[in-house]
């Protein structure tokens, strides 16, 4: 019993170390691409879509997480919002789509993430007295220039099951832009059409455990599911949001009726 336990440990361990070597080299593999254009210097935004979707499925895939489109992902300009379960949804949203990421002004100040973070066109917000309205006009003003952004608007993570009540002060960026709003889904399936209950991060597990887990899983796949756009034009700030929480429930409840073997139980 031991020696199988001692084998089981052993395998374990064999994987993560595997997964994490092939995460290494993909990172340095985005830092010599990133050279290469010089988007250390100036991020080339209108190159950069493929790049980072290039990079974003290379590392979904050294934690052994396919990223499958149920329905082809258009690569049109908006505001894009997604679900968000874990923290693999930031590589596989970037897989699939053409949008820029927002982040805390202080994120690019880490060592080796946030110099990709730089040079993959990362929009850092500053947040100075958390209004959140100021952020809204910052996301407008560079939507406004052309360039796609993407958020997660339920503001936390959750199990994968259901869509949590969003927050919609982001959405005034697509209004003051007259950009139309991209909603898509994500639901991450086993091998056998059941919900992943390794990769969704949410209530007291910790970043280390959570790393562990999807490590350790096996055969997963993060189907995505884009829906249909929503113009803002004679939309309030309150009304996009209910039009966008009706939308991505009944996106995710869809999803999961094409991708699941086994409903997913609250």
């Known amino acids: ?22 995460m290494t080299t993909t990172i340095a593999g985005g ?17 950069l879509p493929r790049y980072i979707q290039a990079f974003c499925r290379k590392m979904a895939g050294s934690f052994g997480v396919k990223v499958v489109e149920v329905e082809p992902v258009q690569q049109h300009h908006g505001l894009w919002v997604s679900n968000h379960v874990s923290w693999m949804d930031i590589p596989v949203v970037g897989t699939v789509s053409p949008a820029f990421f927002l982040s805390k002004a202080e994120i690019g100040e880490w060592p080796v993430f946030g110099k990709l973070a730089h040079a993959a066109g990362t929009v850092f917000i500053e947040r100075g007295s958390g209004d959140a309205g ?59 059409g059941t919900l992943s209950e390794a990769l969704p991060y949410y209530g007291k597990l910790t970043m280390k455990d959570s790393m ?17 756009p929503i113009d803002p034009a004679g939309f309030s700030k309150s009304e996009l949001t209910n039009v966008l929480q009706s939308r991505m429930q009944e996106g995710l409840a869809e999803l999961h009726s094409r991708v699941l073997n086994v409903p997913a139980k609250d």
């Open 134 to 192: 100021s952020v809204a006009a910052q996301i407008a003003s560079f939507l406004a220039k052309g360039f796609s952004v993407i958020f997660f608007p339920e503001a936390t993570t959750t199990d994968g099951k259901k869509i949590k009540r969003i927050h919609g002060t982001l959405l005034q960026a697509a209004i003051e832009a007259d950009v139309p709003v991209r909603p898509i889904v994500i639901a991450y399936v086993n091998k056998d």
């Open 31 to 47: 830092l010599r691409a990133a050279q290469r254009i010089g988007a250390f210097k100036q991020p080339p935004r209108e190159k």
């Open 1 to 22: 019993m031991s020696q199988a336990k001692s084998g089981f440990s052993l395998k374990q361990q064999w994987g993560r170390g595997k997964q994490i070597a092939g």
């Open 212 to 228: 562990k887990k999807v490590l350790d899983s096996k055969d997963v796949t993060a189907y995505v599911l884009p829906l249909a």
